[in-house]
Every structure is written in C-alpha cells, then in structure tokens.
C-alpha cells in the first residue's frame, strides 16, 4: 500500500493498521483503490483526481454535492453514490498535491468494459435516463463545468480548423483523406447550430460520460444498479448521453480498433438503447429533442472523430498512444462508424419512430 492512500486515508479517521487497499477498475483518468476496513463489511472506493484533465477538482465536488442533496431530498430512494466528506468536512481533501475522494463500495456491484447483450445496453440506457429524468427539474445552470466545452462541438471544430492550419504538412498529406472528410461533414455543426438556441433545446444536467463501465450491474441479476463517475455532470444538452452511448454501445468494437471491416452498427444494442432512455426520459424529452434522438448518434461520433484528429494533426499531446498513427486510425474508425449511421439512417429513423410510439 503506498504512503500516499495510507494519509488519505487517516483523512477520513482510518489509520494504516486498519486498512488494505488495492488497485481497482480499468479507468484511465483517476487512479482508483478499493478500501477493506478491519472489523468492517463495508468498503470503500478511494480515488485520486487527474488535475491534468480536471483543472479544479473542488467544481466536481460542488457539483456532484448540489446533486445528491437535491436526489436526497426530491427522490431519497435513488442510489446515489456521492461523496463521503473526510473528518474535516472536505469533500475532497488534498494530500501530497493531489485532490482525492471517497465513496461507498456497492456490494455485489460489477461493471464492465464491453456489453456482451442488448439487454445490458437497454439496463444502462434506462438508467442514465433515469438520473436524467430525476434532474429534469433541476437548475442545471447551478453546475459549473468541470471540463468547459466538453461537448461542445463548434470549439471542436475550430480547434481541428487551427491544428489543420498549423500541422506539419507530412501530417496532413497522411490524414488527407481524414481532413476531407472532416470537412464535408461540417454541415452537422450547422445543423446543431440552427436548433441549439431553441427554448425547445434547453440545457439539462447531462452525465457527458455514458460508456458502459460507468454503470453499475447487480452481480446476481445483471440488472442495472446505478450510475457512477460523476466528474462531467455539468449543464448540457440531452444528446450527450444519449449520442456517447450511441457511439460506444453499437458497435462491438472500440475506437481502437484498425479493422474497419468490424465497424458496424449492431442494430439489435441500437434499439435497445432507444427503448431504455426513452422508457425513463420519453415523456420529458420535447417534440424538438424526439426528433434529434439519431441526430444525436452523429454528433457525438463526428465529434469524437474530430478530436482524434485534431491530436494527430498537434502531434498527439492528449490522448494516450500505442503507436504514432493511432489517432489516425480512431478517426478513421469513427468515420467509418459515423458512415455507417447514414447508410443506416431509415432503418435507425424507423426503429426511433416505432419506441416513440410504442
């Protein structure tokens, strides 16, 4: 056990003899630890905070606070895994320079990297509506970004129009085809641009992170439990949730991968995505947000791309990388999946229309 988590641990009244703790999870932002207590049956998740990516962690303590007293109080029933304060009252104590925090262990809780069912789409989906829909009356314009322009895709675009300009030209003739592609397909920034001031549109308080492994399952009924890593929840637009786990539910592969031939929309997670979110956000959603529901797959896949792209074209200084060209080849791999949302689109449409009106 390092030094550092036995002192955030004496944080919150446990002392290096009561303790043992061990890396867990897969997650690449945090670094994350389970905590067994001595004498104890419940444990704990104890978590650093990437200050590279979340340049002030005590915003995501605010925000995830506002939340779970609102949850708290409006619906005391959700399971809400929020933060534990320390002794002090601090809901993220500093220690050696770095923000940490700590929450609840679930027990007989399991989360996974990949879906392997429909049916876990459709649990996951219905419960990123449910938060959704518990938070519908709430003011999102109380939650302060956490990361700002997360999901904002007009500073996407602008910032893979800066990196184009100033990219070494042997990057550019290399994502030429990537660069065109890119783009072409600006008409979706317009399009987002023409509804995104639409009473009709409004900002909600959005996860903005929804891939599977963020959600908890019931180790004995593979039903959903709850939604967790709550760093990005923050005011948005309801295609966040719903676009990303479009994005990385359908398709059986991850942006990583370099067989093209594998990136297909699985339309069966497809439907089951639509049926959970709408089975929990379908009579909150407007007339306007009903009819943006495959819109928002496209945003977020061409988004995503844009991001790959633009941190090939700087040289890739954000995302973590096996090999010099891997983020060419996530940007490819998101176009591909991006083209296979508009050769699909009456079918998607057609599945939309029938869970709306199911």
């Given amino acids: 056990m390092s030094s550092t988590v036995e002192k955030v641990a004496e944080k919150y009244g446990y002392s290096p003899d009561q303790i043992q703790s061990q890396k867990f999870g897969t997650g690449h932002i945090n670094s994350t630890y389970l905590l067994s207590v001595d004498g104890e049956d419940k444990k704990f998740i104890l978590q650093s905070i990437n200050q590279n990516v979340f340049k002030d962690p005590l915003i995501i303590a605010q925000n995830v606070r506002l939340v779970g007293e609102y949850l708290k109080k409006n619906y005391p029933e959700y399971l809400f895994v929020g933060s534990i304060p320390a002794l002090s009252g601090e809901e993220m104590p500093l220690v050696d320079g770095v923000y940490w925090r700590m929450s609840r262990f679930i027990p007989n809780s399991v989360a996974y990297d990949t879906l392997s069912d429909p049916k876990q789409a459709f649990e996951a989906a219905e419960q990123f509506g449910r938060l959704s829909k518990l938070l ?5 314009s109380l939650l302060r970004p956490s990361i700002p322009g997360f999901h ?8 893979f129009k800066e990196a184009h300009a100033n990219a070494e030209e042997g990057l550019k003739l290399k994502a030429s085809h990537q660069i065109e ?9 317009d399009f987002f641009n023409s509804y995104k001031n639409s009473p009709d549109f409004p900002d909600r308080a959005m996860h903005h992170d929804t891939k599977i492994s963020n959600m908890l399952f019931d180790k004995t009924t593979n039903e959903g439990l709850c939604v967790i890593d709550l760093d990005t929840l923050m005011a948005g637009k309801f295609i966040s949730d719903l676009g990303d786990m479009m994005r990385t539910y ?3 592969f991850s942006e990583n991968e370099a067989d093209m031939d594998k990136i297909f ?3 069966e997670y497809f439907e089951a995505i639509i049926n959970g979110y709408l089975k929990e956000m379908g009579s909150i959603l407007t007339n306007t947000e009903k009819d943006l529901i495959l819109f928002s797959g496209k945003y977020l896949i061409y988004m995503q791309a844009l991001r790959f792209l633009t941190d090939y074209l700087n040289g890739n200084v954000y995302y973590p990388i096996s090999y010099p060209e891997q983020n060419l080849v996530r940007t490819v791999n998101q176009f591909k999946l991006l083209s296979e949302f508009f050769s699909k689109e009456k079918i998607l ?3 939309v229309d029938k869970c709306l009106h199911s």
């Fill in 250 to 252: 359908v398709c059986a």
């Fill in 265 to 267: 929309i699985r339309v």
């Fill in 349 to 351: 449409q057609s599945i």
């Fill in 136 to 140: 519908s009356r709430f003011d999102p």
């Fill in 181 to 189: 592609t890119a783009l072409s397909h600006s008409f979706i920034v």
């Fill in 152 to 159: 904002d895709l007009n500073l996407r675009y602008d910032q």
